[in-house]
């Protein structure tokens, strides 16, 4: 009789485990399912990732080669154009050491006025350039530039005009022309 209430035990056992057991069971392969699918999303998120990343790397590979021919273009452009303003700037410098030596009947003083000019610009908010146009335009009219243009410089800064306007200003006021100095300070 120990033997059987052995056994009617071990099947009580069975019977009241064997629910969970396969319960449990059921829940294992649903786990493994689930994991396997996690694991398939993980490995087509990779795929779909490294995809895009190399979309990504390609797309910006033909923007920067984009940008750097634009910014090779944009170089040579501008360097073009420095090039014609610097050899546009030249060839008004001896224009006007041309009227220099003119003005002053001697390729000496045109030098030297050339050279005070520059200096000169150097220390001012002027260009050379206005600078030299600006004396041999008053050298032409008889007016040492040396003497006239740190005046009129100071007068054309201080009225918020160019220097050239001060300079014709004062040609005309040399001249009697006072029609344009008029309209000149009414406006």
Same mark, same amino acid.
């Given at each position: 009789m120990a033997k059987n209430k052995q056994i009617n035990v071990i099947l009580a056992l069975r019977d009241h485990f064997s629910g969970k057991v396969k319960k449990t069971k059921d829940e294992i392969k649903k786990l493994e399912r689930e994991v396997k699918r996690a694991t398939n999303s993980v490995k087509s998120f990779h795929s779909s990732a490294i995809s895009s990343f190399d979309n990504v790397i390609k797309k910006t590979t033909k923007t920067v080669a984009g940008i750097t021919a634009i910014g090779t273009t944009f170089a &040579? $452009? $501008? %360097? %073009? *154009?420095? %090039? !014609?303003? +610097? #050899?546009?700037? &030249? *060839?008004? /410098?001896? +224009? #006007?050491? /041309?009227? /220099?030596? $003119? %003005? $002053? !009947?001697? &390729?000496?003083r045109a030098g030297e006025i050339m050279r005070w000019a520059s200096n000169f610009a150097a220390s001012t908010p002027f260009e050379t350039g206005e600078l030299v146009e600006g004396a041999s335009k008053l050298e032409m009219m008889g007016l040492t530039a040396e003497k006239y243009i740190p005046l009129l410089g100071d007068m054309a800064s201080s009225t918020n005009k160019s220097l050239d306007q001060a300079i014709e200003a004062m040609i005309d006021a040399n001249t009697g022309e006072l029609e344009r100095l008029i309209y000149s300070l009414a406006s």
């Open positions: &040579a $452009t $501008t %360097a %073009a *154009m420095v %090039a !014609k303003q +610097g #050899f546009s700037e &030249a *060839m008004d /410098l001896e +224009g #006007f050491r /041309l009227q /220099l030596e $003119t %003005a $002053t !009947k001697s &390729a000496e």
